[in-house]
């Protein structure tokens, strides 16, 4: 069954609305024409690997599809031109506070007034999904499953998802999100149609954050034109880049990476001690998205020298994600994250010349 209160998700940014929230998508016509051409003709999917960068609006897509399948219940699949749902759709509400029966959605668990958010989809999760695909839809319709995200799930969480779609019961549908599809499962990708979102352009761009309720969306137009110059297509970095601490925190961070291999300690220091501040984690998030998109541009900048050579900084960032996530478990220290980070990307730099 379905979770039946709203809780705020463990990546949704300080006043901005979450993508279930949300009944419009901008950017992506061609991804919401190609459900629709599938689900008209009467042979949708049953699976779909939605990837793209994090923050572009694949978390969105889905629950608006989720919210179009569920609204049309057993009705017979026919060519529609949108996937908007009639103003006042009764299963659009329920999707919106997650409590529609046929709708589950695996996530990082949520944080409560004891226990922090989780840093991984637990087993748990994914069999109280089973539970569900395990019964018929009361209304003979689809039964739903969003997963956000893939990249999220270990692997016995992805294992028990790949039973459910090897072998899905009638009429149901899995929205499987992804950061960095080429990383899922293979036998998960191997089972799903493939829909690949492509960052925002400058103009859909600005009307998401134009859309979005005051502060956000009420931004001066130079603060706006600055923070989607470096938000690299994605609605969540630009939405971070407004506000004035976390875009000092990008522009702190980038200058580190630029003068590596030298490293001046004495701002790493204040980094880290303000990343380990109670309350600092989206900023770390921010500043390990900075050092990723930072060492994805080396690497693509330098494809030609083989992926050998460019080896060590893809595996910093791999092993930084690993202790962040390490870190947020355990509630450790964050500040040695942060020092040792810097460190290891100096050492890969050198490697790397």
């Not at 978390?59 to 017979?76: E, I, N, Q, S, W």
């Not at 390490?326 to 990307?345: K, Q, S």
């Amino acid at each position: 069954m379905a979770d039946k209160t709203p809780l705020a998700e463990p990546d949704q940014l300080p006043g901005a609305p979450h993508p279930r929230e949300r009944d419009v998508l901008f950017g992506h016509e061609e991804a919401e024409r190609a459900f629709l051409d599938a689900y008209g003709s009467g042979r949708l999917h049953h699976a779909w690997l939605i990837g793209g960068p994090e923050g572009i609006g694949k978390a969105t897509l889905a629950y608006r599809v989720a919210k179009f399948v569920l609204d049309r219940g057993g009705r017979t699949p026919e060519p529609v031109a949108s996937l908007d749902v009639p103003e006042g759709s009764r299963a659009a509400r329920q999707v919106s506070v997650l409590s529609h029966p046929g709708l589950f959605v695996l996530r990082r668990v949520p944080a409560t007034e004891k226990k922090a958010a989780s840093t991984t989809i637990p087993v748990d999760e994914v069999r109280r999904a089973l539970q569900l695909f395990g019964s018929t839809a009361a209304d003979a319709g689809y039964r739903v499953c969003i997963v956000d995200a893939a990249d999220d799930l270990i692997p016995a969480s992805a294992n028990a998802l790949l039973k459910m779609v090897e072998e899905p019961p009638p009429r149901s549908l899995f929205l499987i999100l992804s950061h960095a599809p080429q990383r899922v499962l293979p036998t998960i990708r191997s089972r799903c149609r493939k829909l690949l979102l492509r960052p925002l352009a400058d103009d859909p761009l600005a009307r998401v954050i134009r859309s979005l309720p005051e502060p956000i969306g009420s931004a001066p137009d130079d603060a706006l034109s600055t923070a989607i110059g470096a938000a690299e297509g994605s609605a969540r970095r630009a939405i971070a880049l407004l506000d004035p601490e976390r875009a000092r925190t990008v522009q702190t961070v980038e200058g580190l990476l630029a003068a590596l291999p030298a490293i001046d300690w004495r701002k790493v220091g204040a980094l880290a001690d303000r990343l380990a501040r109670r309350g600092a984690e989206q900023d770390l998030e921010l500043t390990l998205e900075t050092v990723e998109r930072w060492a994805i541009s080396i690497v693509e900048t330098r494809a030609g020298e083989g992926a050998r050579r460019l080896a060590p900084l893809v595996e910093v960032c791999e092993k930084s994600a690993r202790a962040a996530a390490e870190a947020d478990t355990y509630n450790l220290d964050r500040r040695p994250l942060v020092l040792t980070l810097f460190g290891d990307l100096a050492e890969a730099v050198r490697a790397t010349r």
